[in-house]
């Protein structure tokens, strides 16, 4: 009965979509206040239905209701409370449900947080999110319904994923949902100024907070995923260039390069018309990943063509919000209010040299992502584009972007010149000179890893001579300042760790003997034993690893484990520290005490993620800054 | 309370909230005009804090300023808005009756067409016990119905009794014995009951698993653990890619799926890989030969350069009918890298890199070591 109810629950969450787009649009047209004021409510209702049928698919989940055929599949009486939560977005439906609930809960607090956003401004950004959560509730109701219900009712329910039984996946997906989908809110600010044809500065200003949100919700999300695949997929990797994770990181790319335009549009009234191309864009690469994820077009182009109603559902509504998107944009461009002048040195130029690198560095990772798709669908091949690609021709992309991020900061508005940056800087640059002529006696001659090291110190002396600064003038240090400062070395510390633990790292796959001990990367190694042990959803063996660091012990317990589908799962043991963590993750017996080992040294990894959060710190202290309080009188 | 009437009582509370808030709409709360003044000189206290701030010139202040007052006054010529009032009755009324109308016709497509008498009668959240005594009353009645008996075997296995477990899969089988899941499900519980061992009977059904279904991905990867377990890497390798090649890219089985092929090809490379070489020299030539004489069989590209990839040289009184090639006896690049070699087989009175007028050699045909690891020669 309940199921029932969140199934006509998401119904009446579609026909409230449905008329948040109609009503208002009626009342803007027809000047009748009344009818546009109705957005705010009908988005209430909208979410509130779409909370109810959240609701009612978890509590399913938690009563093990095998009636309902997701549940069926996707969990069972053996799973642990948590994951029979987090199983709610274990799979496709499911998934879909958490985008609709979280692209609710964006509009819920757009109608909520936006009192000093003019009325009219508001409602019109929530036409347009309910024009696209009309798209996705179709989507959800009429091909991926989690409330289809079975015939015949199963005494016992399917093994979730075994990999998704972990909680940093029962956390990864809302965290990158919530950047994804938060993308549709700076999107919607532009689409709806495009409407109204009044692309002011209320729409700029306002834009920017809610696209620093999602920004730092998608770079939690990315940097969670990273963390989760190093020690849950077994074999120590944090970024696989696999077009997944390729899906994430577009959108981050463009929106980085929104939040710098957006201050510039904002403040010197420069590049209004490519700051709403960007939020368009933005937006639009989470539709593409979402296309790319769900339609199985990954798998192979023809597997899309086989089962199209999915993915064709999903390519029609891409080409409709982007289609129209960027013919809005082509009939409204003219009311765009033309740049103010800047000189080519200047704050501006920076900002722009930093954007356009963004993109590029974004079109390189579309090309690889899309390329083997173009390939296979005219019958060409099968190629697969993989990390020699991507470290051949993103990274020297983003050199110039991460030297011009630590110098843009100090650059005047408007007109500069390099004689003051000297001026001002010399100090610093001295600095850095005798730290590129030292560093390869005291450190290392690998060359990769010195030029990160180069970057990072680059990025944090300047980082921190601009404080400095900053401190002792009569000037307010904001939270907007220190967020940029916190992003910023968010981004060298990230660097750094990445570059480390690519270069330096260590990986051996061992034949182990019980009690023979094995060095690897100057560390001792002893397998005491290996045991078999029962858990509550899943069997399997537990090793015992003792590793010798300098007379210090440190114990690891990897384990292998095997649950009802059969599938083995390989459990990580891990040793973290900020400078190294030592990874044991345990393979196959070979028989006779042999056991099959993988032993990683990942020297500064931790840094990655430490950057990931710095990054993401730096926006939300910049999203709330006092700015953003700006008192309007009615 | 009925279905209807539930359904009754949600569209009743949705048209309620849409009503009130059309009797007692939402206050306006700022103009876009009154927003862009307050934006504007927020912007210009801002520019000054610029200039202390030492972020643009006081030359340039001035300019940057005027900017923002002519954005303003572009901004600010754009209003112009009337209110209009609505009749609230007239659209209570459209609103109600679009609400109910279309969430009912909505529904009606989309709901479940068949009598659900069954779904609706069973508890959702029975014990697995009753729910196996629920499943056995269902089975008398419906004998015939396989895939009860499957779920059966499949519930009984779970509360450990997997001798009942057995007989009711083995019915399950006798009625559907092209069902997939059943076939594999039936292959695990029989090979729990062999200490985890595939071999025997669990192997057959997971075979038939594959007749039915050559692309079957769980039973793909079974056939991958089995032939790891027999020591046959390579069918593992094959299974396990095919079954990669068959998963979508998102699906999370993938990664397990790559896990084990990156286990295998490391362990492949660095332990296992061996090109055993059965080699049969016939008596007269080994009567002609000296007991100081030596055997050298070394595996080579097929073009490019002469130099031996693997190559090992013994005395060939030492030599017992097998000799074995691995990566430790490369010279170059790993023999576990190359695709297609030549063997050589070279017996040496000198032991020379080069070929004497004396040696007897002779030369495999084209070994693809994807294929097959054992090479069989003959020396005459």
């Known amino acids: 009965m309940l199921i029932e109810i969140g199934h006509f629950a998401l119904v009446l969450s579609l026909i409230f979509a449905i008329l948040l787009v109609v009503v208002p649009t009626i009342g803007f047209y027809q000047n009748q206040t009344n009818l546009v004021q109705l957005a705010k409510p009908l988005i209430w209702g909208q979410?509130?239905?779409?909370?109810?049928?959240f609701a009612v698919l978890m509590n399913a989940f938690l009563m093990d209701d095998f009636s309902v055929k997701y549940v069926a599949e996707n969990s069972n009486t053996q799973l642990p409370t948590l994951f029979k939560l987090s199983a709610v977005w274990g799979a496709h439906e499911g998934s879909l449900l958490l985008w609709v609930l979280i692209l609710s809960v964006w509009s819920v607090a757009v109608s909520v947080f936006s009192k000093r956003v003019?009325?009219?401004?508001?409602?019109?950004?929530?036409?347009?999110?309910g024009f696209v959560s009309v798209g996705f509730l179709l989507f959800l109701l009429f091909t991926s319904n989690p409330f289809e219900v079975l015939e015949i009712i199963p005494i016992e329910g399917r093994e979730l994923n075994p990999l998704l039984q972990d909680v940093g996946l029962a956390i990864h997906p809302p965290m990158l949902y919530m950047g994804y989908v938060g993308l549709a809110v700076p999107f919607a600010f532009v689409v709806s100024a495009l409407i109204r044809g009044k692309l002011d500065s209320t729409w700029l200003r306002w834009t920017r907070p809610w696209a620093l949100v999602a920004w730092a919700f998608l770079t939690i999300g990315i940097t969670l995923g990273s963390w989760w695949a190093y020690y849950e997929l077994g074999w120590g990797g944090w970024w696989f260039w696999d077009p997944v994770e390729n899906a994430s990181f577009m959108p981050w790319l463009v929106a980085t390069a929104l939040i710098h335009s957006l201050s510039v549009s904002e403040k010197r009234g420069a590049f209004r018309q490519w700051t709403v191309l960007l939020a368009i864009g933005g937006f639009s690469l989470s539709l593409l990943g979402t296309f790319l994820v769900r339609s199985g077009v990954l798998t192979s182009v023809h597997a899309f063509a086989t089962d199209p109603t999915r993915g064709l559902f999903i390519l029609i509504f891409l080409i409709v919000i982007i289609g129209g998107s960027l013919a809005l944009y082509s009939w409204r461009s003219v009311l765009i209010q033309k740049s103010n002048k800047f000189s080519l040195v200047s704050r501006e130029t920076g900002l722009l040299i930093n954007n356009v690198v963004l993109v590029s560095a974004m079109f390189c990772v579309l090309l690889g992502t899309l390329y083997p798709l173009i390939l296979d669908s005219l019958n060409l091949g099968k190629i697969s584009v993989g990390?020699?690609?991507?470290?051949?021709?993103?990274?020297?992309?983003?050199?110039?972007?991460?030297?011009?991020?630590?110098?843009?900061?100090?650059?005047?508005?408007?007109?500069?010149?390099?004689?003051?940056?000297?001026?001002?800087?010399?100090?610093?640059?001295?600095c850095m000179v005798l730290i590129v002529v030292l560093t390869p006696f005291f450190i290392t001659d690998n060359i990769f890893v010195l030029i990160a090291f180069y970057l990072f110190a680059w990025l944090t002396t300047h980082s921190l001579f601009l404080l400095t600064q900053r401190l002792r003038s009569k000037a307010k240090v904001t939270l907007a300042f220190l967020g940029m400062i916190v992003a910023h070395l968010g981004i060298g510390v990230f660097i750094i760790g990445a570059t480390?633990?690519?270069?330096?790292?260590?990986?051996?796959?061992?034949?182990m003997t019980i009690g023979e001990p094995q060095t690897v990367a100057g560390y001792s190694f002893t397998l005491n034993a290996v045991e078999k042990f029962q858990a509550e959803n899943y069997k399997g063996f537990r090793g015992n690893v003792i590793a010798m660091d300098n007379g210090r012990t440190i114990e690891l317990i990897p384990e292998k484990r095997l649950y009802q589908t059969g599938m083995p799962m390989t459990e990580a043991a891990i040793d973290p520290s900020l400078s190294r963590d030592l990874y044991v993750a345990l393979g196959e017996s070979l028989g006779n005490g042999n056991w099959s080992m993988r032993i990683y040294y990942k020297p500064m990894v931790r840094w990655i993620w430490l950057g990931g959060i710095m990054i993401a710190l730096g926006a939300l202290l910049a999203a709330v800054d006092r700015r953003y309080r700006i008192k309007v009188k009615s | 309370m009925s279905f209807e009437w539930q359904f009754l009582l949600l569209i009743f509370?949705?048209?309620g909230f849409v009503i009130y808030f059309l009797y007692r709409p939402l206050k306006v709360n700022v103009s876009d005009d009154a927003s862009n003044v307050a934006i504007s000189k927020q912007k210009k206290q801002e520019l000054a804090d610029d200039v202390t701030k030492g972020l643009i010139s006081e030359s340039l202040y001035q300019e940057a300023s005027d900017e923002i007052t002519r954005t303003l006054a572009s901004e600010l010529s754009q209003n112009s808005s009337q209110t209009a009032a609505i009749n609230p009755l007239k659209w209570a009324i459209a609103l109600s009756i679009i609400i109910a109308i279309f969430s009912?016709?909505?529904?009606?497509?989309?709901?479940?067409?068949?009598?659900?008498?069954?779904?609706?009668?069973?508890?959702?959240?029975?014990?697995?016990?009753?729910?196996?005594?629920?499943?056995?009353?269902?089975?008398?009645?419906?004998?015939?119905?396989?895939?009860?008996?499957?779920?059966?075997?499949?519930?009984?296995?779970?509360?450990?009794?997997?001798?009942?477990?057995?007989?009711?899969?083995?019915?399950?089988?006798?009625?559907i014995p092209a069902d997939i899941d059943m076939l594999l499900q039936y292959a695990s519980v029989l090979a729990s009951t062999q200490e985890g061992d595939f071999s025997g009977a669990p192997q057959s059904l997971i075979d038939q698993a594959l007749e039915v279904d050559q692309n079957s991905v769980h039973a793909l990867y079974l056939v991958g653990i089995v032939a790891a377990n027999d020591g046959d890497l390579l069918l593992a390798g094959q299974s396990?890619?095919?079954?990669?090649?068959?998963?979508?890219?998102d699906h999370p089985d993938k990664a397990v799926i790559e896990g084990a092929l990156n286990t295998l090809s490391n362990f492949e490379s660095t332990n296992d890989f061996t090109l055993t070489i059965n080699l049969e020299i016939s008596e007269d030539i080994l009567?002609?030969?000296?007991?100081?004489?030596?055997?050298?069989?070394?595996?080579?590209?097929?073009?490019?350069?002469?130099?031996?990839?693997?190559i090992i040289k013994i005395p060939l009184k030492d030599f017992n009918g097998t000799v074995s090639l691995s990566d430790s006896d490369s010279l170059s690049a790993k023999l576990s890298e190359s695709s297609e070699v030549l063997v050589v087989v070279r017996i040496s009175s000198t032991g020379m890199a080069t070929k004497q007028a004396s040696d007897v050699e002779i030369v495999s045909g084209v070994v693809s070591l994807a294929e097959t690891r054992v090479v069989n020669l003959q020396v005459e």
Request: glycine share 4%; net charge positive.
């Open chain 2, 240 to 249: 396990w890619k095919k079954a990669l090649y068959l998963l979508p890219s």
């Open chain 1, 387 to 430: 990390s020699p690609y991507f470290d051949a021709v993103f990274v020297p992309i983003m050199i110039p972007a991460v030297i011009a991020m630590a110098l843009v900061p100090f650059m005047r508005w408007k007109k500069d010149t390099f004689s003051r940056l000297w001026s001002i800087l010399r100090l610093d640059w001295a």
């Open chain 1, 500 to 511: 480390v633990t690519t270069q330096l790292g260590v990986e051996k796959d061992l034949k």
């Open chain 2, 13 to 15: 509370a949705s048209n």
């Open chain 2, 287 to 310: 009567a002609l030969r000296s007991s100081q004489d030596y055997l050298m069989v070394y595996a080579k590209a097929l073009t490019g350069s002469p130099i031996p990839i693997a």
């Open chain 2, 104 to 175: 009912a016709l909505i529904y009606a497509q989309l709901a479940p067409k068949q009598g659900s008498s069954a779904v609706t009668e069973m508890s959702p959240s029975l014990s697995l016990e009753q729910s196996v005594e629920s499943l056995k009353a269902h089975l008398d009645d419906n004998p015939e119905n396989g895939k009860a008996w499957a779920m059966l075997g499949l519930a009984e296995f779970n509360l450990g009794s997997t001798a009942k477990a057995l007989v009711s899969f083995k019915k399950a089988y006798l009625l």
């Open chain 1, 118 to 129: 003019p009325s009219e401004v508001v409602n019109q950004i929530l036409v347009v999110l």
């Open chain 1, 47 to 53: 979410s509130f239905w779409v909370l109810i049928a």
